[in-house]
């Protein structure tokens, strides 16, 4: 089932995730629904967040983007990005593994409103998987931004706290306009 994508200024977003302890058919029918979100959004990436649901779970899938390369180390060894996708990452821990690097960012979030932002070129990420097996990858490039962009998500983390502060005077009357129509949209429900 296709999902609504929440917008900038819906609470849900600003919240923390809460770790998954144990895969139910709920979760495992959440992540499926997620996937299938992502892909007719045309999305890299979605957070638990952005379906309304504060928990540590976002999944990824960088095979629509082929003018921005990925690179993925499994075990040590560099591996195929493409057939590692689309990858869950359930209560994700990532540590940054080489110096920030600039590079353009969009959200679902946030339609039409995209940034340069400044992330560690390359990440080592720990992860439950959506069987709830623990594993373990190295990513660089497109994967490691999304990757870092997702698991921002889920600690209630938003691309525009990450942009210059130049960026976001810039970009304050769309934010402000977004964040207006999402509070608004959010006060008609409740009346209805
Ligand atoms: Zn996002």
């Known amino acids: 089932?296709?999902?609504?994508?929440?917008?900038?200024?819906?609470?849900?977003?600003?919240?923390?995730?809460?770790?998954?302890?144990?895969i139910t058919p709920e979760i495992q029918t959440l992540i499926n629904d997620m996937k299938e979100t992502m892909y007719a959004a045309k999305g890299v990436g979605l957070a638990a967040q952005q379906v309304g649901r504060a928990l540590q779970l976002a999944i990824i899938d960088v095979t629509g983007v082929t003018d921005r390369p990925s690179t993925l180390r499994l075990h040590g060894q560099p591996a195929d990005v493409a057939a590692f996708m689309p990858v869950v990452l359930i209560n994700p821990q990532v540590k940054p593994a080489a110096d920030p690097v600039t590079g353009p960012e969009g959200c679902l979030s946030f339609p039409e409103i995209y940034s340069e932002v400044s992330r560690p070129e390359s990440v080592e990420v720990t992860a439950l998987n959506e069987k709830g097996k623990k594993f373990q990858f190295q990513c660089g490039g497109l994967l490691a931004r999304a990757v870092q962009?997702?698991?921002?998500?889920?600690?209630?983390?938003?691309?525009?706290?990450?942009?210059?502060?130049?960026?976001?005077?810039?970009?304050?009357?769309?934010?402000?306009?977004?964040?207006?129509?999402?509070?608004?949209?959010?006060?008609?429900?409740?009346?209805?």
Do not use: C, W
């Open 1 to 22: 089932m296709i999902l609504p994508v929440l917008k900038y200024g819906h609470p849900v977003l600003r919240q923390k995730g809460v770790r998954i302890e144990s």
């Open 149 to 192: 962009h997702e698991a921002d998500h889920l600690n209630g983390i938003l691309f525009i706290d990450r942009m210059t502060l130049e960026k976001k005077t810039e970009l304050k009357p769309e934010l402000h306009a977004l964040q207006a129509s999402t509070k608004e949209a959010l006060k008609m429900k409740v009346r209805v």
